[in-house]
């Protein structure tokens, strides 16, 4: 039986693979009940980055491929689901840059990026493990590549080396001290396992789960990470559901029109930072906390297809911060953001054009000088031109952060600047 079985997988392999089913990739297909989709994903970006001193500095001009991407997704039965992806990154490296001549570092190394098994036990009960989306927010549990504003979330890019303002104070030594950088606590991957399911055909949805806890003192996996989140869509009004029956659950930025969707989430996290002393001798533990709203809508309107998604996250007890080593604080950070974007469902030209607008605000308690909180203000926009849906498309767009409040008092005092402007041209395909 095994034989045959691996007979029939070396057949269908040579036959399937040379072409791309409706999903764009290639499958191996052994029955009914057991097949595998292969697939190639990659984003290319020419990046013009503003300069960020406001003397000796100059702009920097950098083509890259920022994601190259393998991946794998199917199932050995109708209640075992897989996933897999890896990911080769691109090769400009900021450090390299700074440490050594010639600019590019050529480290071609392929990593495992995310993967898991989804047992469907029913539609209303299954369970993920792997590692796999944490979900907490909706951003974490949208794929990147469904993205309206290529440049993702939270674009904190400030500083002399555009590593952002929180890498920036973060670290002992530093007279502005943050000791992690708190957008990192909603990262979009971890080890862990949840429970979730579509109840009422989608109306509602449920996740529940435990993850790895990624202590800064230098203990991780002491603990767990623990996270919640529900959903509702309004399925009577003719909305349709984002079901997480998938291997991987992921969601997207955009249907592109395919469907209507309105949801609505709220989200729970709660992890433990640092054990007391970890961080300084004068500093008690750091137990975070935060919870998230979210809200997402899509419908077309004949040849229009408008877009909107809006959120709050707060993070409770995210960092520790101080101006001075005997003055150790905890705080908290808050986020806003919306965006949108207006879909043309015609074909003009080559494809069908879009435009799509981000803004989100930051806030992370923190002082320097007579300056108090680390806050700054992003607008993100982007011209997309769908070739292909989301498996071909093109975008030029701008990100202009601008920094205020004891952000912008840090980089004054660094002579730096405290807005910027990044250009960008991006490409996707899909296979």
Same mark, same amino acid.
């Given at each position: 039986?095994?034989?045959?079985?691996?007979?029939?997988?070396?057949?269908?392999?040579?036959?399937?693979?040379?072409?791309?089913?409706?999903?764009?990739?290639?499958?191996?297909?052994?029955?009914?009940?057991?097949?595998?989709?292969?697939?190639?994903?990659?984003?290319?970006?020419?990046?013009?980055?503003?300069?960020?001193?406001?003397?000796?500095?100059?702009?920097?001009?950098?083509?890259?491929?920022?994601?190259?991407?393998?991946?794998?997704?199917?199932?050995?039965?109708?209640?075992?689901?897989?996933?897999?992806?890896?990911?080769?990154?691109?090769?400009?490296?900021?450090?390299? #840059? &700074?440490? *050594?001549?010639?600019? !590019?570092?050529?480290? =071609? $190394?392929?990593?495992?990026?995310? +993967?898991? /098994?989804?047992?469907?036990?029913?539609?209303?009960?299954?369970?993920?493990?792997?590692?796999?989306?944490?979900?907490?927010?909706?951003?974490?549990?949208?794929?990147?590549?469904?993205?309206?504003?290529?440049?993702?979330?939270?674009?904190?890019?400030?500083?002399?080396?555009a590593k952002g303002?929180?890498?920036? #104070? &973060?670290? *002992?030594?530093?007279? !502005?001290?943050?000791? =992690? $950088?708190?957008?990192?606590?909603? +990262?979009? /991957?971890?080890?862990?396992?949840?429970v979730h399911g579509?109840?009422?055909?989608?109306?509602?949805?449920?996740?529940?789960?435990?993850?790895?806890?990624?202590?800064?003192?230098?203990?991780?996996?002491?603990?767990?990470?623990?996270?919640?989140?529900?959903?509702?869509?309004?399925?009577?009004?003719?909305?349709?559901?984002?079901?997480?029956?998938?291997?991987?659950?992921?969601?997207?930025?955009?249907?592109?029109?395919?469907?209507? /969707?309105?949801?609505?989430?709220?989200?729970?996290?709660?992890?433990?930072?640092?054990?007391?002393?970890?961080?300084?001798?004068?500093?008690?533990?750091?137990?975070?906390?935060?919870?998230?709203?979210?809200?997402?809508?899509?419908?077309?309107?004949?040849?229009?297809?408008?877009?909107?998604?809006?959120?709050?996250?707060?993070?409770?007890?995210?960092?520790?911060?101080?101006?001075?080593?005997?003055?150790?604080?905890?705080?908290?950070?808050?986020?806003?953001?919306?965006?949108?974007?207006?879909?043309?469902?015609?074909?003009?030209?080559?494809?069908?054009?879009?435009?799509?607008?981000?803004?989100?605000?930051?806030?992370?308690?923190?002082?320097?000088?007579?300056?108090?909180?680390?806050?700054?203000?992003?607008?993100?926009?982007?011209?997309?031109?769908?070739?292909?849906?989301?498996?071909?498309?093109?975008?030029?767009?701008?990100?202009?952060?601008?920094?205020?409040?004891?952000?912008?008092?840090?980089?004054?005092?660094?002579?730096?600047?405290?807005?910027?402007?990044?250009?960008?041209?991006?490409?996707?395909?899909?296979f």
């Amino acid at each position: 039986m095994k034989v045959a079985r691996w007979k029939v997988l070396g057949v269908a392999g040579a036959l399937v693979l040379g072409y791309a089913v409706s999903s764009q990739a290639a499958q191996i297909k052994v029955d009914e009940d057991t097949f595998a989709d292969f697939g190639y994903n990659m984003k290319i970006m020419y990046q013009h980055f503003d300069e960020r001193a406001k003397s000796n500095d100059y702009t920097k001009k950098v083509f890259d491929v920022k994601d190259s991407r393998f991946y794998i997704s199917g199932q050995v039965s109708k209640m075992v689901q897989f996933y897999g992806e890896w990911n080769a990154a691109g090769a400009y490296d900021e450090k390299f #840059v &700074k440490e *050594k001549a010639g600019g !590019y570092a050529k480290d =071609n $190394k392929v990593v495992f990026s995310e +993967g898991g /098994v989804n047992f469907v036990f029913m539609p209303e009960l299954q369970v993920r493990a792997g590692k796999v989306r944490v979900p907490f927010t909706r951003n974490q549990m949208t794929s990147s590549y469904s993205l309206i504003i290529p440049t993702d979330a939270w674009y904190d890019k400030g500083g002399d080396d555009a590593k952002g303002i929180f890498e920036a #104070v &973060k670290g *002992k030594g530093n007279k !502005y001290n943050i000791s =992690n $950088k708190p957008l990192d606590l909603i +990262g979009k /991957v971890d080890g862990g396992l949840y429970v979730h399911g579509d109840i009422a055909n989608g109306m509602f949805r449920y996740n529940v789960g435990v993850f790895n806890e990624n202590q800064r003192g230098g203990k991780p996996f002491k603990n767990y990470q623990w996270v919640a989140r529900v959903e509702f869509t309004p399925t009577m009004l003719g909305f349709a559901p984002e079901s997480t029956s998938s291997p991987a659950g992921k969601v997207s930025d955009t249907y592109l029109g395919k469907k209507d /969707v309105l949801t609505i989430g709220l989200g729970y996290y709660k992890e433990k930072l640092y054990d007391k002393g970890n961080y300084s001798s004068s500093a008690s533990s750091l137990e975070a906390d935060g919870w998230t709203a979210d809200l997402f809508f899509e419908k077309k309107f004949g040849c229009w297809v408008p877009n909107l998604q809006v959120g709050y996250i707060k993070l409770n007890d995210s960092h520790f911060h101080n101006e001075t080593t005997s003055d150790i604080k905890k705080g908290d950070t808050t986020i806003w953001y919306a965006q949108g974007q207006l879909l043309y469902d015609a074909v003009v030209g080559f494809g069908k054009p879009a435009l799509a607008i981000r803004y989100e605000n930051v806030e992370a308690d923190g002082v320097s000088g007579d300056k108090k909180d680390f806050t700054f203000d992003r607008w993100g926009v982007a011209l997309n031109y769908y070739l292909k849906g989301q498996a071909a498309k093109v975008s030029l767009g701008f990100d202009k952060v601008s920094y205020d409040d004891a952000a912008k008092a840090y980089l004054k005092e660094k002579e730096l600047e405290d807005s910027i402007t990044d250009w960008y041209l991006y490409i996707q395909t899909m296979f």
